[in-house]
């Protein structure tokens, strides 16, 4: 209280002041010169209207996706769009907030009575899914900067093996249900922290995201839109909403006259082909499979949440307070180490173990819940993703599957019917 | 034909120049991301070193020359990299820019009917094998996160089985030595014969606690307090009255209930100084007593201690380190000299004594210096150092801790040092030590605070009433009589506070205002000491001046009342003794010889002051005569 | 055919129904802001300057820096923020800055007095000066989050990293959170 004397000598001049400025500890001092105190710089973010300009986009650029790809026909059109969002979602906007990200802001909103989620985060959400419902995925072939940035560096396609193109496909659910959880728990929004391209869209960025945007598109150039195809969570949702569209991207704008022509158009390989006849399945065994699989699936989600309840106490070591409580109970020594600026910052927070452990333990009970969950959907989906393969739909026509076409509408011109 | 077939290869090696190009530029942005990470430029030891040395040697001008040169190449070194990392990546995008337009010239031009895709696959045996990788990958993930689920610990949960590290195997032992301790003291007493003192039924840690020799012990009306919880109105027992247990008295009121003060002594020629004994760790904190037992505490860099003196002829009984705390810092927080590593006082119920320190931690030692608990609060964010002395009744010690990260009322389980209760307050960081009162039937902690002062429920820590009446940073602590709540601070104002659901200042007053002398009332007249010399008496009802005295020195040390006298001591170390009257009557000046910011304490007959360098135990001789 | 489109119809139906159903959950039980915009912010009242607001934005330069509260700020000639400790003389030299890329720029006024800005270009938000202008002085410097530079991520990569938790989501129409300004009340308490 050294400088009390100092107030105290000024004591006079101090009493001038409202007691509120005698907080400081070095008044301000009364110039005698002319001098004119600056003010702080805040520059102001960026206008709320200005999220709705976005929304606005968005909704346009999903409609002239719709129309070029089931009205127009047009790739040139669809291209354009895809430019633009490269440059309008990307470059301008930055990636953020985007519709795949938006997902978690949802689940979080879902999950959490106290997070507010702004209406535009919403629509971002809400709009692509909307328009799967009842065009495809027009969301996929144009308005998403990461699908645009990739789709415009594909080279030269290869063809990847169909099983392993089904298997690798489970990656994205596996990642939606993974994000979800994180989400839900309040713990990290992982879809933003691991996205490959807004380091590039941004020129600016951690290393090392930089680093996983251009890794994926060099393999880009070979395997096309590979972060969409084998990783993207939202696309996962999109998938599923896609294949109950009201309607769809067509190959042919009338009738298919089997010239085999668009086969090699997508590089995606999202073109079915006709059934040939040997390929047609022996019914009597076939139906003996799906039973076999209408069973199997109460089974595998039945594992699946027994496994992922099991799992909640290595997933819930990636949130925060609970890495810090278990950091603490299992390396009492660190408390001693000045250098971990977590531990000490605990430790002078003046919280007690108990109090930290108590809340580590809230947030590991919720991880239970959703563990379980996630566990049953995973086998959810696995099961179903295996019993597709047995399901046969007949198909006489060169048409593209609704679940994995994007719209991007390269087949369009491949078709020599008018 | 051939112009097509021309500008396709020409495309072709367009891409292929521009995609090298790229993959160029992103390759020496690697490099240089590289560089700087492994050199840091702005954080070389090069001149860090140098700048040591130049603090070792502040004259040599070579140095700053060498360190101005060597700082300007760092600098430098980061801008440029930075440059070239923004320049990089512009290049990079128009490479990328150039490369995709390319490509896309080149598909366009490029003949598109490629030969079709004669034969499809036999999607038969490729739906068999899709099916069957399917369940292999799935089956091994959720293998894999089981084998994983299985070798993870929870260490939550062992934790929680184990229960807490430190505490958990001590309880019982405790609960034990506690009961021991009851019997020994109370015996011990008797055997003294020191008047009512025989009765050492200590209502504290309430069915735990048996006491030994109830029948012996005649209680007085004020020491039925056996039953806590069904006695309804609390109020101050005997054992509190007949000792000094807290910093400014029983429950921290300012008022003692001993007689026979000494009003006269000298420390320079030791006139009634009937043991003086020198300090050897400095704390600004207040002695403390229980029986015959006088406490205090004192922190340097190197330790923190607790110390036990007999206070009839100042030999020191014990004294206890608190060291080994898990928790506690390796370096103590910085603090002013004026407020030091120890200012707040220790606290005592006769069956142990707790001791808090700057560092956040707090330990509980029994009467003999054993220790039974102690733990760290974590470092209070304090600039001057914490301040805030302990309180403890029953079966809770309370802490005010307000720190610059917010404010924060605890009780510790006197017994255990589990926290009780914890309540988050509406106050900024402040100095002032919580006092107890009882209020409408209900026992209440009272704190001061910046904006607020506030009474809280003693069992449940819940807020019962707040107002916002103070500013700045609050040192004063506050006082209760008849009803009524008093509180204080400098560039504040003095507040008389009616507490209830809804408070109402009862009268208020800015002409003498306290920085860290307490309040005391007594007899319907309240003092103020301030840090600027001047003590002054008030109407404690309606806020009208009786009497003021100004004094060269100024006070730090709070007033005490006893016998119907006021003690205050400036920080020259001059005691200034009052009558508790509506007009001025000084009775003596005694003065310590040394420079005092603490409080005294009292017992029958004495009086205990601390000085800088001393501790002194002060009898008349007619007292010493008994 | 019919067949096909009943299941098409049924399961889009139920697909927008689940949509229906998060929406309206979330709208109805939960908050949704309907003209509000989130941004991050910096309290400083909680900020201990762990210097991870420089390490830790997806900017390779911090969207975060050092503002200065003039209105708070004791005009010192020894400023703990600008000069490291144990400095020598009270001179502009690099021997005596604490900056490390000397953004903190010192002006004299009048005697005793000095003034102190903050070159923002050059500031990379490592929290030195905030630090020794808490500790000593009135802590009129402040660490906060730029708003023409964060890129309002999704989610704040310092907010995960913040020791303290100092960074929160706050309403747009309160973007920044300086202390310094006595006469508001908001400003001086902290939360």
């Known amino acids: 209280m050294k400088w009390l004397k100092i107030i105290l000598f000024l004591l006079p001049l101090l009493l001038a002041f409202s007691d509120l400025e005698a907080q400081q500890r070095f008044p301000k001092p009364e110039f005698h010169t002319k001098y004119t105190q600056p003010t702080p710089t805040t520059p102001e973010p960026r206008g709320v209207g200005m999220e709705f300009v976005d929304v606005l986009v968005l909704l346009v650029v999903l409609s002239l996706t719709s129309w070029f790809a089931i009205k127009k026909r047009s790739r040139n059109g669809i291209l354009l769009l895809t430019v633009f969002s490269a440059i309008y979602f990307g470059f301008y906007r930055n990636g953020c907030i985007c519709s795949v990200g938006s997902v978690q802001?949802?689940?979080?909103?879902?999950?959490?009575?106290?997070?507010?989620?702004?209406?535009?985060?919403?629509?971002?959400?809400?709009?692509?899914?909307?328009?799967?419902?009842?065009?495809?995925?027009?969301?996929?072939?144009?308005?998403?900067?990461?699908?645009?940035?990739?789709?415009?560096?594909?080279?030269?396609?290869?063809?990847?093996?169909?099983?392993?193109?089904?298997?690798?496909?489970?990656?994205?659910?596996?990642?939606?249900?993974?994000?979800?959880?994180?989400?839900?728990?309040?713990?990290?929004?992982?879809?933003?922290?691991?996205?490959?391209?807004?380091?590039?869209?941004?020129?600016?960025?951690?290393?090392?995201?930089?680093?996983?945007?251009?890794?994926?598109?060099?393999?880009?150039?070979?395997?096309?839109?590979?972060?969409?195809?084998?990783?993207?969570?939202?696309?996962?949702?999109?998938?599923?909403?896609?294949?109950?569209?009201?309607?769809?991207?067509?190959?042919?704008?009338?009738?298919?006259?089997?010239?085999?022509l668009c086969t090699t158009a997508c590089p995606f390989e999202a073109i079915d082909f006709p059934d040939e006849e040997k390929t047609k399945p022996d019914t009597k065994s076939n139906t003996r499979r799906f039973i076999l699989y209408m069973a199997l699936i109460p089974v595998l989600m039945?594992?699946?949440?027994?496994?992922?309840?099991?799992?909640?106490?290595?997933?819930?070591?990636?949130?925060?307070?609970?890495?810090?409580?278990?950091?603490?109970?299992?390396?009492?020594?660190?408390?001693?180490?000045?250098?971990?600026?977590?531990?000490?910052?605990?430790?002078?927070?003046?919280?007690?173990?108990?109090?930290?452990?108590?809340?580590?333990?809230?947030?590991?009970?919720?991880?239970y819940t959703g563990s379980w969950i996630l566990g049953a959907f995973l086998g959810l989906v696995i099961g179903l993703m295996a019993m597709n393969q047995i399901i046969f739909r007949r198909r006489e026509d060169y048409q593209a599957n609704k679940g994995n076409c994007y719209s991007c509408g390269r087949c369009l011109d491949y078709c020599p019917v008018e | 034909?051939?112009?097509?077939?021309?500008?396709?290869?020409?495309?072709?090696?367009?891409?292929?120049?521009?995609?090298?190009?790229?993959?160029?530029?992103?390759?020496?942005?690697?490099?240089?991301?590289?560089?700087?990470?492994?050199?840091?430029?702005?954080?070389?030891?090069?001149?860090?070193?140098?700048?040591?040395?130049?603090?070792?040697?502040?004259?040599?001008?070579?140095?700053?020359?060498?360190?101005?040169?060597?700082?300007?190449?760092?600098?430098k070194a980061f801008f440029t990299s930075q440059w070239q990392i923004k320049a990089g990546a512009l290049l990079l995008l128009f490479g990328a820019i150039a490369f995709a337009t390319c490509l896309r010239i080149y598909h366009t031009m490029k003949a598109r009917i490629l030969e079709p895709l004669i034969d499809g696959v036999d999607s038969k045996v490729t739906r068999m094998l899709s099916q069957r990788w399917i369940l292999i990958t799935g089956g091994l993930l959720l293998g894999s996160a089981l084998v994983v689920s299985f070798l993870t610990t929870d260490y939550l949960k062992i934790y929680e089985e184990t229960g807490t590290v430190v505490q958990a195997p001590a309880e019982p032992a405790v609960k034990v030595a506690v009961v021991d301790k009851d019997e020994k003291t109370g015996r011990q007493k008797t055997e003294d014969g020191g008047q009512e003192d025989g009765k050492t039924v200590v209502g504290d840690a309430g069915a735990l606690v048996i006491p030994a020799k109830a029948g012996t012990s005649p209680l007085s009306s004020a020491g039925v307090l056996v039953t806590p919880a069904k006695a309804g109105a609390p109020s101050l027992n005997t054992d509190f009255r007949n000792n000094h247990p807290s910093f400014r008295g029983p429950w921290g009121q300012g008022i003692s209930y001993h007689t026979g003060i000494p009003v006269d002594w000298d420390g320079p020629t030791e006139k009634n100084i009937k043991w003086k004994v020198a300090l050897t760790k400095k704390g600004n904190n207040s002695p403390v007593i229980w029986s015959d037992k006088l406490f205090i505490a004192g922190a340097d860099n190197e330790s923190e201690v607790v110390y036990c003196f007999n206070r009839l002829d100042g030999k020191l009984l014990w004294e206890q380190d608190a060291k080994d705390i898990p928790g506690s810092p390796a370096v103590p927080p910085k603090v002013t000299a004026d407020t030091g590593l120890s200012a707040p006082s220790v606290t005592t119920d006769g069956q142990q004594v707790y001791a808090i320190f700057a560092t956040g931690d707090i330990l509980a030692l029994d009467m003999e210096g054993k220790r039974i608990w102690a733990k760290s609060l974590g470092v209070p964010d304090n600039h001057y150092g914490h301040s805030s002395s302990l309180i403890c009744w029953k079966d809770k010690v309370i802490i005010q801790f307000d720190t610059n990260k917010g404010g924060r009322l605890l009780a510790l389980n006197s017994l255990t040092g589990e926290i009780s209760w914890d309540t988050p307050r509406k106050a900024k960081i402040s100095w002032s030590s919580p006092i107890m009162a009882e209020i409408d039937g209900k026992l209440q902690i009272i704190t001061t605070s910046s904006p607020t002062v506030a009474g809280y429920d003693f069992d449940s820590g819940a807020q019962l009433w707040a107002i916002d009446c103070l500013s700045g940073e609050v040192g004063p602590s506050a006082a209760f009589a008849d009803g009524l709540v008093y509180a204080a601070n400098e560039y504040?104002?003095?507040?008389?506070?009616?507490?209830?659901?809804?408070?109402?200042?009862?009268?208020?007053?800015?002409?003498?205002?306290?920085?860290?002398?307490s309040l005391a009332v007594s007899n319907g007249l309240l003092f103020i000491a301030t840090s600027y010399g001047m003590f002054a008496c008030y109407d404690s009802k309606t806020g009208k001046?009786?009497?003021?005295?100004?004094?060269?020195?100024?006070?730090?040390?709070?007033?005490?009342?006893?016998?119907?006298?006021?003690?205050?001591?400036?920080?020259?170390?001059?005691?200034?003794?009052?009558?508790?009257?509506?007009?001025?009557?000084?009775?003596?000046?005694?003065?310590?010889?040394?420079?005092?910011?603490?409080?005294?304490?009292?017992?029958?007959?004495?009086?205990?002051?601390?000085?800088?360098?001393?501790?002194?135990?002060?009898?008349?001789?007619?007292?010493?005569?008994? | 055919m019919n067949?096909?489109?009943?299941?098409?119809?049924?399961?889009?139906?139920?697909?927008?129904?689940?949509?229906?159903?998060?929406?309206?959950?979330?709208?109805?039980?939960?908050?949704?802001?309907?003209?509000?915009?989130?941004?991050?912010?910096?309290?400083?009242?909680?900020?201990?300057?762990?210097?991870?607001?420089?390490?830790?934005?997806?900017?390779?330069?911090?969207?975060?820096?050092?503002?200065?509260?003039?209105?708070?700020?004791?005009?010192?000639?020894?400023?703990?923020?600008?000069?490291?400790?144990?400095?020598?003389?009270?001179?502009?030299?690099?021997?005596?800055?604490?900056?490390?890329?000397?953004?903190?720029?010192?002006?004299?006024?009048?005697?005793?007095?000095?003034?102190?800005?903050?070159?923002?270009?050059?500031?990379?938000?490592?929290?030195?000066?905030?630090?020794?202008?808490?500790?000593?002085g009135n802590g009129s410097l402040q660490l906060q989050i730029r708003h023409d530079l964060c890129q309002n991520c999704n989610e704040c990569s310092i907010a995960r990293m913040c020791p303290t938790n100092a960074i929160s989501r706050v309403p747009i129409e309160a973007a920044y959170q300086i202390k310094g300004d006595f006469k508001n009340p908001a400003l001086t308490n902290p939360k």
């Open chain 1, 105 to 260: 802001n949802v689940a979080l909103a879902f999950a959490d009575p106290k997070y507010v989620i702004s209406l535009y985060a919403l629509l971002f959400f809400l709009l692509p899914l909307i328009f799967s419902l009842f065009f495809g995925r027009v969301f996929c072939g144009a308005a998403c900067p990461l699908g645009a940035i990739q789709d415009l560096l594909i080279y030269k396609p290869i063809t990847i093996p169909a099983w392993l193109r089904k298997t690798l496909g489970f990656i994205p659910y596996l990642y939606l249900g993974l994000a979800v959880l994180y989400a839900a728990t309040g713990t990290e929004f992982i879809i933003c922290r691991y996205d490959p391209f807004i380091g590039i869209y941004r020129m600016n960025g951690p290393h090392l995201m930089i680093y996983l945007g251009i890794a994926f598109l060099l393999m880009g150039l070979f395997i096309a839109r590979p972060y969409c195809r084998f990783f993207c969570p939202f696309g996962a949702i999109l998938n599923v909403f896609s294949r109950f569209s009201r309607r769809h991207l067509s190959v042919f704008p009338t009738k298919c006259i089997q010239c085999k």
């Open chain 1, 302 to 367: 039945l594992a699946g949440s027994w496994i992922g309840s099991k799992s909640h106490v290595f997933l819930s070591k990636a949130h925060p307070d609970v890495y810090l409580a278990e950091l603490l109970i299992s390396h009492p020594e660190l408390k001693t180490d000045s250098k971990n600026i977590d531990i000490q910052t605990f430790l002078a927070s003046g919280k007690s173990l108990e109090t930290l452990v108590a809340e580590a333990q809230v947030i590991r009970d919720k991880f």
């Open chain 2, 1 to 75: 034909m051939q112009d097509t077939q021309d500008n396709i290869k020409l495309f072709g090696n367009l891409i292929t120049v521009s995609g090298i190009f790229c993959l160029a530029v992103a390759l020496l942005l690697l490099i240089n991301y590289w560089h700087i990470r492994q050199t840091k430029p702005l954080e070389t030891e090069a001149l860090k070193s140098l700048v040591q040395q130049f603090q070792a040697d502040p004259e040599s001008e070579a140095l700053k020359k060498d360190i101005r040169s060597l700082d300007l190449l760092a600098r």
């Open chain 2, 492 to 517: 504040a104002r003095l507040a008389a506070i009616k507490p209830g659901p809804t408070p109402v200042i009862v009268w208020e007053s800015d002409e003498y205002l306290p920085e860290a002398a």
């Open chain 2, 545 to 626: 001046k009786q009497w003021e005295k100004e004094y060269g020195q100024g006070f730090y040390g709070s007033p005490m009342i006893a016998e119907g006298k006021v003690y205050v001591m400036d920080r020259s170390g001059a005691m200034h003794i009052f009558k508790v009257d509506r007009t001025l009557t000084s009775l003596g000046d005694p003065i310590l010889g040394e420079k005092s910011v603490v409080t005294p304490a009292f017992a029958d007959g004495a009086i205990y002051l601390k000085g800088e360098k001393s501790l002194f135990g002060i009898e008349t001789i007619r007292q010493q005569k008994k």
């Open chain 3, 3 to 136: 067949r096909k489109t009943f299941i098409n119809n049924s399961g889009r139906l139920i697909l927008l129904g689940g949509l229906v159903y998060l929406t309206g959950s979330i709208i109805f039980k939960r908050k949704v802001s309907a003209s509000g915009k989130y941004v991050w912010q910096i309290d400083p009242f909680k900020c201990m300057q762990c210097g991870r607001c420089s390490t830790q934005c997806v900017r390779e330069i911090s969207a975060v820096k050092c503002v200065h509260a003039y209105q708070l700020c004791g005009y010192c000639d020894l400023c703990g923020g600008y000069f490291k400790p144990n400095t020598h003389k009270l001179n502009t030299g690099a021997e005596s800055q604490l900056c490390p890329t000397g953004a903190l720029k010192r002006k004299y006024v009048e005697e005793p007095f000095f003034e102190y800005k903050i070159d923002e270009k050059l500031c990379n938000a490592c929290g030195k000066c905030v630090k020794g202008c808490g500790s000593f």
